[in-house]
């Protein structure tokens, strides 16, 4: 064993006790390698769970362990992706200086980051039956490849002839982002009940943290200077020390990360271990999540909130320049903290979820506020005023960026006991299919009427996602098996009891 897990947690179920990683009354037919123990889901609006009987065929309780390095899988992850984050926006904070540097159109700019949006909506259907059917492992080591080989070939491509080259390393960095339908599922094979929500926000954090970066370096890496040498070597040390990280990165996936746990960290997946792979049709699971009515309307109102936030990270340098010229810097330093309050905001709505399971009201209260945020920022950025902008701006990141693990753990209730990456997966190209035509259209919105004008573009669908959200039915298939599944084991536990009574009273008699 490694001796990462010499000094691990170690906790032996037994019936009735609920701990992190006990019996708990939680995900007990999940599989972590998203095959399930299938329970009826023939129409989405049903509200009846699964059957009693079902719930009631328990297996005995296995041995299961909490190991320390759950948090080193979980943190080599959270880097991955803040690597492959950062290489989307490398382009756009500072996308007057490349526009000048490559003598190309804003269009060219923006599709510098859409290509990520555009990329994982064609590999999304392939990405996710390897996710299914190959594991957690095989899809990072391939996204990491990917990330590191395009971060390599930009390398080469400072020079104002260089774009397409450019456009074809940030197309190849694209390729990683087959990575976005993870977080949900790793947290599910690692992590103990009540702190599955609170690792699923952490994966997404590193998304984020990747976003923060790219907000803060490039603009403090690459000064708008009118020297092209000067400028060349400035885009040139920026995409080396990227280059480097990425490496760094895939050298940790390749050596330490691993796909699951020796033994399983809850009961779930302990017995989900024993189900065989046939018993799974990724097909089957494709179309059942279609005809779920309440994740329907998730998909559509998730990809309108996340939708908007890709937009305005997209085309934050030229809403700020619009207004501040000049201010390239501070416009990257805006981004950093609507990154750093989402984060915070994701953080604090897992552990909220943890805590006290209400997905619905806590889903539509974070949308309601991230459509108020986005009013009150758009209301206010020609104010001429930038510490408004960083306040507000901090206002709209908490709520919309906070937003994104909420949409992951409300589908997985919705969709139990279909695949977490395949309902993630799902959220996320809604996501990116609305992050193209948000982008696209505000830009040409900002161009043609200015960027008043774009973000009322972006809050009229944002008010549009409240509403959808509130139509939601709250269905919350996983917390019904699991409340059945805690009947189930109370009554066979009474039923011992009473047998073990009696057993003691005709002994007695004799």
Not at 53 to 78: C, D, Q
Not at 198 to 211: E, F, K, N, R, Y
Not at 397 to 404: D, I, P, Q, R, V
Request: charged share 15%.
């Amino acid at each position: 064993m490694s001796s990462l897990d010499e000094s691990s947690d170690e906790w032996t179920d037994g019936a009735g006790e609920d701990g992190d990683n006990g019996w708990s009354p939680q995900r007990k037919q999940r599989n972590g390698l998203g095959e399930y123990r299938r329970l009826p889901q023939a129409d989405s609006t049903d509200a009846s769970g699964p059957s009693p009987l079902g719930a009631a065929r328990l297996l005995p309780p296995a041995e299961t362990r909490l190991y320390k390095r759950r948090w080193v899988m979980l943190l080599i992850f959270s880097g991955f992706s803040a690597s492959n984050a950062l290489m989307w926006l490398q382009y756009g904070i500072i996308g007057n200086i490349f526009l000048r540097f490559y003598g190309i159109g804003a269009l060219a700019i923006d599709w510098l980051s859409m290509v990520f949006l555009l990329t994982y909506v064609a590999l999304f259907l392939p990405a996710t039956w390897v996710l299914n059917n190959r594991g957690v492992r095989e899809v990072v080591v391939a996204a990491a490849a990917f990330n590191c080989i395009g971060a390599w070939i930009k390398t080469g491509t400072a020079a104002p002839d260089m774009f397409a080259m450019t456009f074809f390393g940030q197309f190849v960095c694209s390729v990683a982002t087959v990575y976005m339908g993870i977080p949900s599922k790793l947290a599910s094979l690692w992590f103990g009940e009540r702190e599955v929500s609170t690792a699923c926000s952490v994966a997404v954090l590193g998304t984020q943290l990747g976003i923060a970066v790219g907000f803060l370096l490039p603009p403090i890496l690459v000064p708008n200077v009118d020297d092209v040498e000067e400028l060349a070597s400035h885009i040139r040390i920026m995409f080396y020390i990227s280059a480097g990280v990425a490496t760094f990165i895939f050298v940790l996936v390749i050596f330490v990360f691993q796909e699951k746990p020796e033994i399983p960290p809850t009961q779930a997946q302990a017995q989900s271990r024993n189900i065989p792979p046939g018993e799974y049709s990724y097909v089957a699971s494709i179309l059942s999540l279609l005809r779920n009515k309440p994740f329907m309307l998730l998909v559509l109102s998730y990809g309108l909130n996340v939708g908007c936030f890709y937009s305005i990270s997209t085309l934050l340098n030229r809403m700020i320049i619009e207004h501040y010229p000049g201010e390239e810097v501070n416009a990257g330093r805006i981004g950093l903290t609507i990154v750093v309050a989402g984060m915070a905001g994701s953080l604090i709505c897992g552990i909220w979820l943890d805590r006290t399971k209400t997905y619905k009201q806590t889903t539509l209260a974070v949308y309601l506020f991230s459509l108020i945020g986005m009013l009150v920022y758009t209301f206010t950025l020609n104010l001429g005023h930038l510490w408004v902008v960083f306040v507000t701006a901090g206002v709209l990141g908490f709520f919309m960026t906070g937003y994104l693990p909420l949409g992951f753990e409300f589908a997985v209730e919705l969709t139990y006991p279909e695949s977490e990456g395949t309902s993630s997966g799902l959220l996320n190209c809604s996501a990116q299919i609305f992050g193209i035509i948000f982008t696209i259209c505000q830009g040409k919105i900002i161009d043609k009427w200015g960027t008043f004008a774009g973000n009322i573009f972006l809050c009229i669908f944002l008010l549009i996602g409240t509403a959808l959200t509130g139509f939601i039915k709250s269905d919350l298939r996983r917390q019904k098996a699991n409340l059945l599944n805690a009947e189930a084991q109370t009554v066979n536990s009474e039923k011992a009891t009473a047998d073990l009574e009696g057993a003691v009273v005709k002994e007695g008699k004799f």
